[in-house]
């Protein structure tokens, strides 16, 4: 599976053009090359940004937010099927390795949502932590943005969600059970496979599955409400563990549980297709026409409706295998409705 190029504890193992650019790298003449991109053992690189808004308004219909918010910008955790890597490209860098190794800090994140929640024309509505990229991504660690964060979120009693493939989420349980007192917070774990051989090439810096299930426990047992996203569903590698799954996070306090298919758009495709090529090449053509399959002959889908669920009989039976486990091992267990009548508009104290 791994021979020397292989870069190992990365998703990607490539570099894509990126399209806003009108020149691209090539290994076409190499007497022409000083050096080979493709030989570089890739590091972490960390770019400040310091933006003006942080709180995003979320048009698209069917992502189940309306606000979403995102301290960092690529991510470390390397999962080879993120959608967000082409959001990279707009940035100036490429949606491949680039995604994983050049991450954004955007350091002044929460003063500008303590800006935004002091504004007169904000009205409360839950705000999701990682809509795009983990805000619990392993510089975190560091920067410790999301906690100051959740600290803006406990001053002014407003609702947020967190979406998270890491266990560092148990760093600021204080404060999550502070908003939990409230009905304030909702955490959801994704989780992709149990398969810890899949997960570390898959998706190679998240925590193992063993981590997230006990980090859920741990959450509930302290009265925070958590919920997962089986996600994304990705035909021939990991739709059959769907009910094992399901009722792993079931028996560890879960709440509720939701799927999308997976969609390979712009550059993703391309990461996809080698990174697939490259660890499953037995099982690349069965992936490869399911997925094609499950979008109406393509890998790639835009169409809101469609794109998150895909079509046809193969995802038909997944639908069918996804309701049947839910029902069986979450039974009537729903996530709470956030409560937004608490919102204390002015605080009671400066953070910043």
Known sequence: MEGEEYHKGRGAQIKTDNPFFKQRHTLDIPEAVDEDPTLDRPKTQILFEYPKNVVNKV?????????????????????????ARNSHEYWGHDAGLGFETKIIVKKNAPQLLEQKLLSKNWRPHPIVLSGNTDCYQPLEKKFKLTRQLLQVFNKYKHPVGIITKN?????????????????????????????????SVMEPRTASAAKKLKAIKTLTERGISVSIMNAPIIPGLNHHEIPAVIKAAAEHGAVSAGYTIVRLNGSIGTIFEDWLRKNFPDRFDKVWNQIREAHGGKVNDSRFGTRMRGEGKL??????????????????????????????????????
């Open 59 to 83: 048009d698209s219909v069917d992502v189940g937010m309306d606000f979403s918010l995102n301290p960092y910008q690529g991510c470390e955790h390397g999962c080879i099927y993120c959608y």
């Open 167 to 199: 266990t560092l989420v148990l760093r600021d349980i204080d404060l999550l059970e502070e908003l939990a007192k409230d009905n304030l917070v909702r955490v959801i774990f994704s989780i992709t496979t149990l398969d810890e051989k899949l997960r």
């Open 315 to 352: 995802m038909e039976s997944i639908n069918q295998l996804f309701n049947a486990s839910k029902k069986k091992y979450l039974g009537n267990r729903q996530s709470p409705t956030l409560d937004t009548s608490k919102f204390r508009r002015n605080g009671n104290y400066q953070l910043f």
